[in-house]
């Protein structure tokens, strides 16, 4: 390729003395010919910074970067993108592997898109395929397939995020992981929320999307995602990181007249999620009295997605960089 700019892989890491070398081994065989790699080790007690060091020994692109103290993946991705040289940035996970193209391929995505709809913020996932500790093997779809399109961008994805409010193409998710956008994109925007241990990830591509960019996405799975069991604390972690999450966007949801839903439909989601039948139901009929047609409206958006997620949920599972 004529124009092959310098494009950064940015690693966190913490406690993946497991996975960690096949992740930086399938970087380096990126067919991408610029690269750098960056490794932020948020301060493991295991021996992955031994393994990483080992790696970066006989690769000069590698560069590896200790925390002083484990702060959270998304301080340790700001790390990332503060150091990060290239022009663009793809986020790699400490326990997936990418296969060799998804740098060549996300590049062009962008690049093309950018010139075809004369527009300057895009963000790309690609589709992955998760493995699950039990064998099980899910296709997890993500959105802007469409090469000849418009994609989803702007208020249209910050509303489907945050109140599920539908777009015209399946509900599809965006995970970092799978993600690449130039430098200054993330510069734009912000970064990622240091305050969240959880719901980063989902906080960045509202970021994203209030800021107007547009979501190109990959229907190949370029990333295959190893998923992990979690511990069973980590319901309720997720659920109060998503409650911060959902104040971190107070300003918009009160604009639009659906915080107080949103905050109420987060508690009965996760008792949903947790099987708590009896409050699930007395919470949703509560709500459904106070205000029933943003209720049926809500019920209406994800109960096609309802399957997916009680499946994650059953299976108890979180994805390893998450802590």
């Known amino acids: 390729m004529q124009n092959c700019p310098l494009i950064t892989i940015a690693i966190t890491c913490y406690n993946a ?11 380096l065989s990126q067919d991408w010919s610029n690269y750098e790699i960056i490794v932020v080790d948020d301060c493991s007690n295991d021996k992955s910074i031994d393994i990483i060091n080992s790696l970066a020994l006989n690769n000069t692109n590698i560069k590896v970067i200790l925390s002083e103290k484990n702060s959270g993946v998304a301080i340790a991705r700001n790390k990332l993108i503060e150091h990060a040289n290239g022009e663009f940035i793809a986020f790699f996970d400490d326990d997936d592997e990418s296969v060799s193209q998804r740098l060549t391929k996300q590049y062009r995505r962008i690049t093309e898109y950018e010139k075809k709809m004369q527009v300057e913020l895009v963000i790309s996932h690609t589709a992955r395929l998760q493995i699950f500790p039990d064998g099980y093997r899910n296709y997890e779809a993500t959105i802007g397939n469409k090469t000849n399109a418009v994609v989803p961008h702007s208020i249209a994805v ?14 599809a998710s965006c995970a970092t992981c799978s993600q690449m956008a130039r430098k200054t994109s993330y510069i734009k925007v912000g970064n990622f929320n240091g305050l969240l241990r959880r719901s980063e990830d989902t906080d960045i591509n509202v970021k994203f999307a209030l800021a107007g960019a547009h979501f190109v996405g990959i229907d190949e799975p370029l990333v295959l995602q190893n998923m992990t069991y979690t511990a069973e604390k980590n319901m309720n972690e997720e659920r109060q990181n998503a409650l911060l999450f959902l104040d971190n966007h107070r300003t918009y949801l009160q604009k639009t007249g659906w915080y107080n ?6 508690d009965i989601k996760y008792d949903y999620l947790s099987g708590l039948k009896l409050r699930f139901l007395y919470r949703m009929v509560k709500l459904f009295v106070k205000s029933p047609k943003r209720t049926l409206q809500r019920l209406y958006w994800v109960w096609p997605n309802r399957q997916h997620s009680r499946m994650v949920a059953n299976r108890n599972v979180e ?3 998450e802590r």
Do not use: Y
Not at 17 to 27: D, L
Not at 158 to 171: S, Y
Not at 261 to 266: D, K
């Open 17 to 27: 003395e497991k996975t960690i070398e096949k992740a930086i081994k399938s970087a």
């Open 158 to 171: 910050a509303d489907q995020i945050l109140i599920g409010r539908p777009m015209n193409e399946p509900v």
């Open 261 to 266: 839903h949103a905050h109420e439909w987060l």
């Open 319 to 321: 994805f390893h960089d």
